[in-house]
Structure formats: C-alpha cells, structure tokens
C-alpha cells in the first residue's frame, strides 16, 4: 500500500480553507488537536502505509499492536484525508462541546484503538466464515472508523433530524447504516469492515456496557456525569487566575439548582403571575429577587376579577 500523490494537494487546501473558513477560535480544543495530528501525520508520515495499516496478520500474528495507533492517522491521500477531517470538523465540534474537552478526548483514544481490534475480529470471522484467507491480509488506514462511532454517538445525545444520502431523506438514526452501504458501492476500495467496526463500536458506547467498562476503568470518572460538565462548564471563568472579577463559582445560590429548562419555567410563570396582580391590592408589595411563587392558586372567580381590573385600567 503506497500513498497516492497527484503533485498539489487539493483536498489539504480545501481542508485547511474550511478550517479558516469555520474559524480557529470557534473549534473546540481536543478537535482542532486532532485535525492538526492527522495533517502534521499526512505531511510527514512516521512509517509508510505499508508499516502502519491495520490487518489480521500484522496485528494478531505478528503482534504488531503499534498499528492500533498508527493506523487511524494515517490516510491514502489528500483525499482521504479532507473527506475525514472535515466530519471530523463537524462531529467534534457538536460532540465536545456536548460532553466536555476531556470527556471527548477519552472517547477518541479508546474508539481508535478498539475500532482497530473489532476490525481484525470481523476480517478474522470473514475468513474463517467464507473460508477465504485473504480477508487476514486486508490491510487499513484512515479515521474514517471513529467517525462512524462519531456518528452513532452523534445521533445518540442529538436525535432526531434527517440525513441527506445520495439524494434519499433518511432518518438519521439509521443513516449511518444507509451511509455504510452506499460508501462501499461508490467507493469499492474503501474498507467495508472498518466501517462497520465504528457503527459498532458506537452502538457499544450508546447501547452496550462500553460506557460503564470506561468509566469503571476511568475510577468513576466525574466527566461522565452530566451534571458535573455542567458545572465544569458554567464555574470555569471564576478558575481562571487572570479573571479580574472574583464570580462565584456556586451557581446554585442563584439557581436554586435548577436546570435551564426549569428556570424559564419559572420565570415564565412569575411573569404571567405578576401581570395579573398588576391591579390589585398587592401592586406595591415588593417581590423578593429570583423566582417565586404565590403562596395559593387563585379561584377561577378571583382570576376573572383580577383580568376585569386590568381591563378597566386600560
């Protein structure tokens, strides 16, 4: 397997076009690190493609492991490589932002080097099913298989919506299925298991007991709690030492530890309330700041009373 050089790298120019174009300060840190990985790799390969790909036999007989991690960063050509990092650009940015920096980090590293692993267990299956060696010898490079886990996970924390392939409005819950089959017919050297392996990978982490087997191994991890994200999330300007103002870090005093949602309930509720007060006895008393609630529900004929008054001022 050779790298395929066609002179001016069109596909890197168009990749780092939409880089700029997107704009640096608007991606995340762990996938603008990995987007500048994977083009630092394509412009100075550690190995040949030959040394780093993937496959049964150089993996599980030869136990060349290293190619779990080389083989994900490497790619066939300028290609390969804008086609992947530019859904990269567009999954990370929704997932980390989603689940945190060092959440999405986490993911990465273990779906790359997994996916390597599901992939030679499916190649290994195909050979021995169809009784054809070759498949051991089948040798792969590229992101493309954490994208699709990307994918499944994706469609997971943000359901919903339709995709977009060749044409066909689909679900996209089930577009990565759709997107698997339709890659191999247009692309016949693309890597069929590969693929796969991510949608896989994906539905373990989304279905299986991958997330708990990683935040086991991770100690209970606080960054698979939503709540703590959260809190990451809002208290990390009051951490930074050359913030001039000291903010509080516990939101909860203002919050009363609601959710977002729960706050503009309230809010809401507040408002309608105070507006059918407006003309009442109590139009002076001073509401305590933050939410509140009258201390009883109002019967249906002291609301209709209260509208009339108001209509009266008007």
């Known amino acids: ?44 390969p550690l190995k040949p493609l030959l040394k780093v790909c993937i496959s049964v036999d150089q993996g599980y007989y030869r136990k060349d492991w290293q190619r779990l991690l080389l083989a994900p960063v490497h790619h066939a050509d300028d290609w390969h490589l804008y086609f992947n990092m530019v859904s990269l650009l567009w999954k990370g940015i929704k997932l980390e932002r989603k689940l945190g920096s060092v959440l999405f980090g986490y993911i990465i590293a273990v779906f790359s080097v997994l996916i390597g692993i599901v992939y030679m267990v499916l190649e290994f299956a195909l050979a021995e099913l169809l009784n054809d060696p070759s498949y051991k010898m089948n040798c792969a490079v590229g992101f493309s298989g954490v994208l699709f886990a990307l994918k499944v996970l994706n469609n997971h924390y943000h359901p919903g919506g339709t995709s977009n392939i060749m044409g066909i409005p689909v679900s996209s819950r089930y577009a990565c299925w759709l997107e698997l089959v339709a890659i191999h ?4 050297g693309t ?57 509080p870090g516990d939101y909860d005093m203002y919050t009363g530890g ?26 002076n008393e001073r509401r305590p700041y933050g939410f509140w609630f009258p201390p009883e529900q109002l019967s249906e004929e002291e609301v209709r009373r209260q509208r009339l008054n108001r209509f009266d001022r008007w």
Do not use: W
């Open 191 to 247: 890597s069929f298991a590969g693929h796969l392996a991510g949608i896989l990978v994906g539905l373990m982490y989304t279905m299986g007991p991958l997330k708990m087997l990683m935040k086991a191994t991770a100690g209970g991890f606080s960054y698979f709690n939503d709540s703590a994200r959260q809190r990451d999330y809002n208290s990390g300007y009051s951490r930074h030492p050359s913030y001039p103002y000291n903010t």
């Open 1 to 44: 397997m050779q790298r395929r050089r066609r002179g001016i790298d069109v596909g890197l120019i168009l990749l780092l076009s939409q880089v700029f174009q997107v704009g640096l300060e608007n991606i995340p840190p762990v996938t603008l690190g990995i987007l500048a990985l994977n083009v630092f790799v394509f412009l100075k």
């Open 185 to 188: 017919l247009c692309s016949p």
């Open 258 to 283: 609601l959710t977002e949602e729960e706050q503009f309930e309230r809010a809401l509720r507040n408002s309608l309330h105070d507006r059918g007060f407006s003309a009442g006895s109590h139009s």
